[in-house]
């Protein structure tokens, strides 16, 4: 298979977009996306946008070191989005999402930081592997990206403390899936919680890996 043009990578990003915008896992401006490009620079989304109304055209270009190449002003949160493409090459694509299950479940206090979320389902373990959280940071703060950089290696799932989501995939597609398994896995939690519930054994965990 071809490698995709970066008008159709931009296409990927903006139509993913759209799909979380309309199935209610983003509102207003917030969240941010992108994408690593062939030639090691990366689109991402505007600051203040919405993701379910991106354009194209106004999608910014950045280099390596987060350097505005092209299109509109970047989001503020790019520097932990290249951290996370360096320390795990297999991420080609990332959504940062606040949305609703994923961000009260990442504002619970006493999370195993290495492993959040007990494997109630199978796919959780398939999709995302173990659940990363990392520690509160304000928006934008760099500290972010020394986080993702100290954990992101063969990881590809984060929570960020008080926050929302952070999730990689091999393309944008697989990082859509990604981010609607990991806001499924969160709603999970909370519709079970009070419940006794049947995780998977490490046995289960491992016939799956």
Known sequence: MSEKTEQELREDLARAGKILFERGLTNGAAG???????????????????????????????DANGTLLSGKKPTKE??????????NPSVKAIIHLHSSYSTAYACLDGLDPMNAIKPMTPYLVMRLGKVIVT??????????ADDISKVGAGNKA?????????????DMNDALNNAQELEESCKLYFLTKGSNIRYLTDADIKELL
């Open 158 to 170: 984060f929570l960020l403390a008080n926050h929302g989501m952070v999730v990689g995939g091999k």
């Open 32 to 62: 941010n996306m992108s994408v690593a490009l062939p030639d090691g620079n990366f689109i991402v989304t505007p600051t203040g946008c919405s993701l379910g109304h991106l354009n194209i055209d106004e999608l910014s270009k950045v």
């Open 78 to 87: 790019v520097p932990f989005h290249i951290a996370l493409y360096k320390v």
């Open 135 to 144: 520690p509160y940071r304000k928006p934008g703060s760099a500290l972010i």
